[in-house]
C-alpha cells in the first residue's frame, strides 16, 4: 500500500516550516560523560582518575540543585563504583534521582559496545549482563541507545535495540559526506528496518548526531581555551591534589556571560537548521568529563539562566534534559519519518583519506580470544543448567557455579567495548582484556572439573586439547566430548597426542574411526583426529588407548596418514602452471594442487561438476608510517597508495592423504635463502565422511607472523568467479549486507574494506565461494572474481598522538586463525552456511580425564552413558541457555514494590532459566529452512527436564513480552507488507511457539 501522495507532501513541508518559525528553538542541554571502559587507559586507572569522581559528584551536584541532570551510559564502571565506592547516602540519592527521572540509564549495557567486529550473541550478552543489573537494583529498563562512539553503525543494532524494548536509538559515526548531506536534506533521523525480515515489526526511530558529534563545540571566538568544560581535562595517574586541572575553560563570569551566550545560542541555532522539528540536543559533555562536577554545572547554570531570561532576544530556550525527555518531544511532534531499509553505515570514513577499516583487522589475537572466551561460556552455561536441573542439591554449589560464570560474562561483555575488540586500545588495556578473558576461562574450567569430578587442572582450552598421558604407567586416556549446540552433528576431533598410534572406543566399547600422523613442525607430536557423532547438548565419553602396530597402515579402526614432501619453488621459476597437478577429494570437492608452484589451482563442485579455478597466497600491503609524507595507516585506519604485492618467494608444501581427513601443508617464505617460513596454510579436506554438513567444509588454519614492520597482510584467493567486485559480508553474524565496489576519487582500496564477523561469500550466477570465520577480519573484493581477508597487521608511525597514547599497533605476534571454505552452487551453500558458522563458533568440548577409578557403569549418575540430547530443527539456534541468577521479580509490579524503602531486596531465583532461540534465515533465502517454523518447547527440552512454566520476555529479558508497549513513530513511503513477517505469537497452553525469519525470541523457562 502506498501511502505517500502528493498533497500529503506538500502538507508535511508546511507544517514543518511553521513550527520552525513560529517557536524558539527549543535546546536540549545534555550532561554526559563518555567514559571509555580502556582504550588509553586500564578501568582500573580511569575509575581511580576520574569515572569514580564522575558519579560520586554527579550525585552530589544534582542531590543539590534540582534542575539538574545527567545521563548514566555504561554500566561497568557505575557498577565498580555502586560496588565498591559509593556511600549509603549516595545509594540514596541514586535512587532518589532516578524517581525524579534526573537520573537516567541510557543502553544500560555493560559497555557501549563495537558494531563493526563483535558477534551479535556477545552484544546481546553484554546487554543482558547491563538491564539484569539495573533492573534487580532499581527497577530501571533502558529504553534509549546513545551509540555515539562506535566506529560506523550495523542494521543489526537497530534491531537488536527495538527487541530489547527502546523506543528510539542514536548513533553517530558515519562516513563524513554522508552526513554532511543528511544534514543539508534533513535527513539526520529517520526510522529503521534494519532487517528485511522483520521489517516495520522490529523498527526503530533513529537519530544520527550531527558533525559535532557527542562533544560541546570546542572553539571559542573569545578564548583560546576549549569551550564549556570548565572540569578541564582529567589528569593521570593521580586526580591533582589542589583540584585544579589542566585546559579549563575560562569561568562564566560578567565579563564573559554574554559572549559565552551568545556562541552557544549561535551553535544551537547553526545545527537546528539540521533538523525538522524545533527541539536540539545539545549534548554537554564528551571523553572523561563532568569529575568536577561542582564547576561545571556552577557555570553552565548561570548561562542557561541567562539565555533562558533573554530567550526572546536569542530565539532559544535551554534547559537540562535526559535523553528520553528529548525524544519524547520528538515524538510529540507527530511529524512523519523517512524509512531507512537494512542497510548500514559501513564503512565509516571521517575525512578522504581517513578510512576507518584498518580496525577490522587489528590485533588478531585479542580478536579470536574474545570469541574464543565466548564460546567457551556458551558451552558451560549449558552444561551448567543441565547439571543443575538435574543435581540442583548436587555438590556444584549454585552460588559458586555463578561466580565462575559471573565472570566471564563480564570479561566477554567488558572486550565488546568499542575500543576493545576492534584493537584500537593501547598494549596495556589489551593485556586487561586478555587477563579477564583469560581469568574467566580459567574459572569456568574449574566449573567443568567440578560438574565432571575432573582433576582441576584440565587446560581444556588454553592447550588447544593437548594429551600427554603419563606413558611409563598409562597406556590410556579418557576423555569428554561435549557439544555446545542444540543439534545432532558429526565432527572429528583433532587432539595432539604424544604416541604414534591410537586406539579410540566409545563408551560401549564400541570401536571409533580415527586417524593418525605426525604433527607439523613436530618429530614428537602427532595429530590424532576421531570422528564423534553428538546429540544436540551432549556429551559422550571415549576411550583412547595408545598401543602399537608396527609396519601397519591401520590399527583396528584407526588409521596412520603418511605425508608426501613437496620442495620448495621459487616464484621467478616458475614455468607453465597446471601441468602436473595433485588431486585431493571430498564427496563434495575435487581439489586440485599445483606441483609446478605448490599453490591450489581449482577446486571442483563434485554434485554440480562445476569446476573454479582457485589460487590462494599472501600478499601484502606496505604501509605509511611517516606523517610528513602522507596519509598514516594506524589501528583504527587502513591507508595505502599502492595495491598488494606478494608477500613471499618460495612455497613448499606437504600432503597427507587420508581416510577420515586429507591435509595439505603450504609453507610461505620471505626471501628464497629463509629457514623459517613467515606463513603457512594447512588445509583439512574431510575424505571419508558422508555427513553433509562435513563434506562442504574445507577447514583451513593460518600462521601469520612475526610481520615486517608497517606491513598489512591479507589472504588473497583469486578465483574465476565472476563477481564484479560484489562481496557480500555480514553485520555482527547476524544478516549479509551486498557490497558493491564504490570507484572513490581518493583511497579506493581501504574506503571498499567491510568487516567480516563470522560470514562473508562472492558469488556468480553459477557458483559461491564462501568464507567462515572464528574471529572477525577486514574483507574485500579488490578485482574480479577475487576476494582477500586481511589477517594482520603490525605498524609503527610517528604522529605525535598516536606515540603519546601508544597507540601505533607494533603488534609482533603470530597470529593462527581459521577460515572454512565452502564452494558450491548459491542454493546449496545457502542451505548450509548459517549453521556451517556456528559449528565453527562453537567447537566440540574436550576434556582429559584422569582414569577413572572404578568402571564408568558404577560411577555417579551424572557421568553414566549419553544424556538425552537436545536437538532444533536446523533453521533454529540456540542462542543461549543459562542461569541468570537474577534476584528481580518478573512480575514488574512486584518487583517496583520490592525497591521501595525498607523492603527487602528478594533472593535470587536459580531455577529462572535463560532461553533463546534465533531463526537463523531471512525469508526467501531458502524455500524450506525459510519457513516459519514451529516447535513444542517442552518436548525439545524434555531431555533437560520437565518444563513447568514458560514465559515470554523481552531481548535481555526484563520486560514482560505482552507489556512492551514501543512508541509508534509515522512513517512516509510504502509500507512492505511481506508475508513472512508476523506478530510475536507469544506461546500456546502447551508451549508450542512459532518462529519466524530473523527472530529471536526470549523465555524464562521454569523445569518441575
Ligand atoms: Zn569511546
Not at 587507559?41 to 543539590?64: D, F, G, I, K, P
Not at 533492573?135 to 541507545?145: A, K
Not at 572439573?449 to 575432573?454: E, K, N, P, T, Y
Amino acid at each position: 500500500m502506498r501511502r505517500l501522495t502528493f498533497s500529503f507532501v506538500l502538507l508535511y513541508f508546511t507544517v514543518c516550516l511553521s513550527e520552525n518559525v513560529a517557536s524558539p528553538i527549543q535546546a536540549f542541554v545534555i550532561p554526559h560523560s563518555h567514559m571509555d571502559v580502556g582504550w588509553v587507559y586500564t578501568v582500573q586507572e580511569s575509575m581511580h582518575a576520574y569515572a569514580a569522581n564522575v558519579y560520586t559528584t554527579v550525585v552530589e551536584e544534582l542531590s543539590r540543585v534540582k534542575h539538574r541532570k545527567f545521563i548514566a551510559v555504561e554500566q561497568e564502571f557505575f557498577r565498580i563504583w555502586w560496588d565498591t565506592v559509593a556511600s549509603g547516602q549516595h545509594k540514596k540519592q541514586v535512587r532518589q534521582l532516578l524517581r525524579d527521572g534526573r537520573l537516567e540509564f541510557i543502553i544500560g549495557g555493560q559497555v557501549m559496545h563495537d558494531e563493526a567486529v563483535t558477534d551479535l550473541d556477545d552484544a546481546i550478552l553484554q546487554l543482558t549482563e547491563g538491564h539484569g543489573f539495573l533492573y534487580e537494583t532499581f527497577g530501571v529498563r533502558p529504553r534509549f541507545s546513545w551509540h555515539v562512539d562506535p566506529f560506523g553503525a550495523s542494521a543489526t543494532t537497530p534491531v537488536l535495540f527495538a527487541l530489547a524494548g527502546f523506543h528510539a536509538h542514536l548513533i553517530s559515526r558515519i562516513d563524513y559526506d554522508l552526513k554532511s548531506n543528511m544534514q543539508k536534506n534533513k535527513g539526520l533521523q529517520f526510522v529503521w528496518r534494519g532487517s528485511p525480515s522483520l521489517g516495520e515489526k522490529q523498527e526503530i526511530f533513529t537519530h544520527t548526531m550531527d558533525q559535532f558529534s557527542y562533544c560541546t563545540p570546542s572553539y571559542l571566538p573569545f578564548s583560546n581555551m576549549s569551550g564549556f568544560y570548565w572540569n578541564g581535562v582529567a589528569l593521570f595517574p593521580d586526580p591533582p591534589k589542589d583540584g585544579v586541572y589542566p585546559n579549563m575553560s575560562v569561568p562564566v563570569l560578567d565579563s564573559t556571560l554574554e559572549p559565552y551566550a551568545q556562541t552557544m545560542v549561535d551553535n544551537i541555532k547553526q545545527r537546528a537548521q539540521w533538523f525538522r522539528t524545533n527541539h536540539l540536543l545539545w549534548p554537554w559533555g564528551c571523553d572523561k568529563q563532568f569529575y568536577n562536577s561542582s564547576v561545571q554545572f556552577s557555570n553552565m547554570d548561570v548561562l542557561v539562566d541567562y539565555i533562558n531570561q533573554h530567550s526572546d532576544k536569542f530565539g532559544v530556550t535551554v534547559q537540562y534534559a535526559t535523553l528520553s525527555e528529548y525524544f519524547q518531544a520528538v515524538h510529540q511532534s507527530n511529524l512523519t519519518w523517512e524509512v531507512r531499509g537494512d542497510q548500514d553505515f559501513l564503512p565509516y570514513s571521517t575525512e578522504p583519506f581517513q578510512a576507518w577499516t584498518g580496525f577490522y583487522a587489528s590485533r588478531n589475537i585479542l580478536k579470536g580470544v574474545a570469541r574464543k572466551a565466548s564460546s567457551q561460556l556458551h558451552a558451560v552455561e549449558t552444561l551448567f543448567v543441565r547439571y543443575h536441573i538435574s543435581y540442583p542439591e548436587g555438590p556444584v554449589t549454585t552460588d559458586w557455579a555463578l561466580e565462575k560464570l559471573r565472570a566471564l560474562r563480564w570479561a566477554v561483555s567488558e572486550v565488546q567495548h568499542h575500543d576493545g575488540i576492534t584493537g584500537t586500545e593501547s598494549p596495556k588495556v589489551a593485556d586487561m582484556y586478555m587477563e579477564h578473558l583469560t581469568q574467566g576461562m580459567m574459572g569456568v574450567e574449574e566449573l567443568l572439573a567440578a560438574i565432571f569430578l575432573l582433576p582441576q587442572s584440565l587446560g581444556t582450552f588454553q592447550n588447544m586439547h593437548k594429551l600427554q598421558p603419563d606413558l611409563s604407567k598409562d597406556l590410556e586416556q579418557h576423555i569428554i566430548v561435549y557439544n555446545p549446540l542444540a543439534w545432532n552433528i558429526t565432527t572429528y576431533i583433532n587432539l595432539t597426542v604424544t604416541f604414534p598410534m591410537a586406539l579410540v572406543f566409545d563408551e560401549s566399547g564400541k570401536a571409533v574411526l580415527a586417524q593418525i600422523q605426525e604433527k607439523a613442525n613436530s618429530t614428537s607430536e602427532y595429530d590424532l583426529f576421531i570422528v564423534a557423532e553428538l546429540g544436540g547438548l551432549q556429551f559422550r565419553k571415549y576411550l583412547i588407548k595408545f598401543s602399537s602396530c608396527p609396519g601397519s597402515t591401520r590399527c583396528g579402526m584407526t588409521y596412520t596418514a603418511k605425508l608426501v614432501k613437496f620442495g620448495r619453488r621459487n616464484i621467478n621459476q616458475w614455468r607453465r602452471t597446471g601441468r602436473k597437478l595433485l588431486p585431493i577429494f571430498s564427496d563434495c570437492h575435487k581439489l586440485l594442487f599445483d606441483q609446478e608452484t605448490n599453490l591450489l589451482h581449482s577446486i571442483t563442485d563434485r554434485h554440480k561438476q562445476r569446476k573454479v579455478r582457485i589460487t590462494q597466497d599472501f600478499w601484502e600491503y606496505e604501509s605509511n608510517g611517516d606523517v610528513h609524507k602522507g596519509p598514516i595507516s594506524d589501528n583504527y585506519i587502513f591507508s595505502t597508495n599502492t595495491s598488494a604485492v606478494p608477500a613471499y618467494k618460495a612455497v613448499s608444501m606437504e600432503i597427507i592423504p587420508g581416510k577420515v581427513i586429507s591435509e595439505i601443508r603450504q609453507y610461505f617464505y620471505r626471501d628464497l635463502k629463509d629457514e623459517d617460513y613467515a606463513y603457512s596454510v594447512v588445509t583439512r579436506v574431510p575424505t571419508g565422511l558422508k555427513d553433509k554438513h562435513l563434506c562442504q567444509r574445507l577447514e583451513q588454519r593460518y600462521s601469520v607472523g612475526p610481520l615486517v614492520v608497517n606491513r598489512e597482510v591479507v589472504l588473497m584467493t583469486r578465483t574465476g568467479l565472476k563477481n564484479n567486485r560484489t562481496i557480500f559480508t555480514d553485520n555482527n553474524g547476524y544478516q549479509m549486507m551486498k557490497r558493491t565496489y564504490k570507484a572513490f576519487a581518493n583511497n579506493s582500496i581501504p574506503r571498499n574494506y567491510y568487516p567480516v564477523v563470522r560470514t562473508a561469500y562472492i558469488e556468480d550466477d553459477s557458483s559461491r565461494l564462501v568464507v567462515l570465520t572464528e574471529r572477525a577480519h577486514g574483507v574485500s573484493s579488490q578485482s574480479d572474481g577475487q576476494l582477500e581477508v586481511m589477517l594482520h597487521r603490525r605498524l609503527w608511525n610517528n604522529q605525535e598522538w598516536n606515540r603519546g597514547y601508544n597507540l601505533t599497533l607494533n603488534d609482533s605476534s603470530v597470529v593462527q586463525p581459521v577460515l572454512w571454505l565452502m564452494l558450491g552452487s548459491a542454493a546449496a551453500t545457502a542451505s548450509l552456511y548459517h549453521r556451517e558458522a556456528l559449528e565453527l563458533q562453537h567447537r566440540p568440548v574436550v576434556m582429559a580425564i584422569g582414569r577413572p577409578q572404578k568402571p564408568w557403569k558404577q560411577q555417579e549418575p551424572w557421568t553414566s552413558p549419553p544424556v538425552r540430547p537436545v536437538v532444533l530443527p536446523s533453521n533454529l539456534h540456540l542462542q543461549t541457555l543459562s542461569v541468570p541468577g537474577w534476584a528481580y521479580s518478573p512480575n514488574h509490579t512486584k518487583n517496583q514494590q520490592n525497591m521501595e524503602p525498607g523492603k527487602n531486596q528478594p533472593v535470587p531465583d536459580y531455577n529462572r532459566i535463560l532461553l533463546r532461540i534465533m531463526h537463523l534465515y531471512e525469508t526467501g533465502e531458502d524455500p524450506e529452512l525459510s519457513k516459519p517454523t514451529t516447535i513444542n518447547l517442552k518436548e525439545v527440552l524434555q531431555g533437560i527436564g520437565e518444563v513447568k512454566e514458560v514465559r515470554e520476555r523481552s531481548l535481555t529479558g526484563t520486560w514482560d513480552i505482552s507489556d512492551l508497549q514501543r512508541w509508534k513513530w509515522e512513517t512516509s513511503g510504502e509500507i512492505d507488507k511481506n508475508d513472512g513477517v508476523r506478530n510475536f505469537d507469544g506461546v500456546t497452553k502447551d508451549f508450542s511457539v512459532t518462529i519466524s525469519p530473523k527472530e529471536i525470541r526470549t523465555f524464562f523457562i521454569h523445569f518441575k
